[in-house]
């Protein structure tokens, strides 16, 4: 009796989720976070805000299932300026030469690898950030696994990831002036086999960094408050209310 009202419930919030009018394009299926101080790129893989100013996305947004993680393409390593921006407007191959950062895919190809369109449109530079190379190496790439061990075991899950530049005087690389963030966030809001929903969020200093740590975990909320986003706002308001005010690890 009790396992029967439990699926009922269930079934239930489900359907009144699926009456709000959610978005067609799965990558952004539960909102835009934002419109503003960009340029939004629709990719085959991804959605993302670009900032023509800072010469790099401001959130970048997708949608990873078990069945996109199935079948892997041999990756592609190169990288190029994106045909949707012109020129003066966008990263150039030569503003990360000799840089002491590394040009990190905020949509990772390792989630983008199930066909070779999608693969193409996560390596051009409107998805890449400057990023320090020990926090890349070690924390960002972890969290990235964890993301995909996760799907792997059926569930589904929806990531926003972005910059975020909290001081006055940031510093620029190479000719066109490329914006080195000062931090970096990543927001995972995640259907389980059951078809509840939960969410994690983290918060990462632009700087070398082993081990993640209760200090990167963080709501969604309190990185709303930072970006003045608002994450997946067409979820009913109280299913935001529950996943969004917590502090989850994935």
């Known amino acids: 009796m009790k396992k029967n009202l439990i699926i009922l419930v269930l079934i239930l919030f489900w359907l009144k989720i699926f009456s709000y009018d959610l978005n067609k394009n799965e990558n952004i299926r539960f909102g835009y976070p934002s419109f503003k101080n960009g340029k939004i790129l629709v990719k085959k893989g991804f959605v993302l805000l670009y900032d023509e100013n800072k010469k790099v996305p401001l959130w970048v947004s997708y949608h990873l299932k078990k069945q996109y993680l199935e079948k892997v393409i041999k990756p592609l390593y190169s990288y190029g300026p994106d045909p949707q921006l012109i020129k003066g407007k966008r990263a150039e191959i030569d503003d990360y030469k000799n840089s002491i950062y590394i040009r990190c895919r905020l949509a990772p190809l390792e989630d983008m690898s199930r066909n070779k369109?999608?693969?193409k449109d996560a390596c051009y530079f409107s998805n890449v950030c400057p990023m320090d190379k020990d926090l890349y190496f070690n924390c960002w790439k972890k969290i990235e696994k964890r993301i995909r061990d996760f799907v792997k075991q059926g569930n589904d899950v929806w990531v926003v990831t972005g910059p975020l530049?909290?001081?006055?005087?940031i510093k620029k690389i190479g000719r066109n002036k490329i914006f080195v963030p000062t931090h970096f966030y990543k927001v995972i809001l995640y259907q389980r086999k059951d078809k509840s929903f939960g969410a994690s969020a983290y918060i990462f200093e632009n700087k070398k960094s082993k081990k993640i740590t209760e200090n990167?975990?963080?709501?969604?909320?309190?990185?709303?408050k930072i970006t003045d986003f608002d994450f997946f706002s067409l979820l009913p308001e109280y299913v935001q209310?529950?996943?969004e005010s917590r502090k989850n690890p994935l």
């Open 165 to 169: 530049f909290t001081q006055k005087d």
């Open 241 to 243: 209310n529950l996943v």
């Open 117 to 119: 369109e999608v693969m």
């Open 216 to 224: 990167n975990i963080v709501s969604i909320d309190d990185i709303e």
